[in-house]
């Protein structure tokens, strides 16, 4: 009966971990989506998508730091 809890819980934050294995830099707000509406089909799918989404390149400011 545990393992089957593990599971489950493990398939709930699938997007979860798949962010933080990829190293998504919006990690934290994808755990936060799929904790609060991970429980809706589209909410959780959402948050997978998110998850396996390229990360894109944060960016600096406007500033030229060449000079």
Avoid: E
Avoid at 42 to 52: N, R, S
């Amino acid at each position: 009966m545990t393992s089957f809890i593990v599971i489950c819980l493990g398939l709930y934050f699938l997007p979860t971990v798949v962010a933080h294995i990829r190293g998504h830099h919006q990690k934290v707000a994808i755990m936060l989506l799929n904790l609060f509406l991970g429980w809706s089909v589209i909410g959780w799918v959402a948050a997978l998508v998110w998850a396996a989404m390229k990360p894109q390149p944060q960016q600096r400011g406007a500033i030229d730091p060449r000079g």
